[in-house]
């Protein structure tokens, strides 16, 4: 599911250059697929355990329809 959902960085949107990994949205709760998606390297490392939100807002990322559902699920 997470494959066919993510198909570029979540968070920046560019495509991925075999740097694919995955990031936990709510970092305290499991991986499960309403709290994971796949993300490029370099936004993994700088976002960290950061609300996704909060630091998406601070780099001025575009936020998606889809990561404000997927954070809404993972923060019940």
């Known amino acids: 599911m997470i494959n ?3 198909k570029v960085c979540v968070y920046c ?3 991925f250059n ?3 990994e995955h990031d936990h949205i709510n970092p305290f709760r499991q991986f499960d697929e309403t709290n994971i998606v796949k ?3 370099k936004c ?3 976002k960290s355990s ?3 939100i909060q630091w998406m807002n ?3 990322y575009k936020i998606s329809q889809k990561l404000l559902d997927l ?3 993972a923060y019940k």
Do not use: A, L, V
Request: aromatic share 8%; glycine share 4%.
């Open 44 to 46: 993994n490392r700088k």
């Open 18 to 20: 075999k740097d694919i």
């Open 71 to 73: 954070y809404k699920k």
């Open 50 to 52: 950061s609300d996704m």
């Open 4 to 6: 066919e959902r993510d």
């Open 58 to 60: 601070f780099k001025k």
């Open 39 to 41: 993300c490029c390297r």
């Open 13 to 15: 949107g560019k495509d």
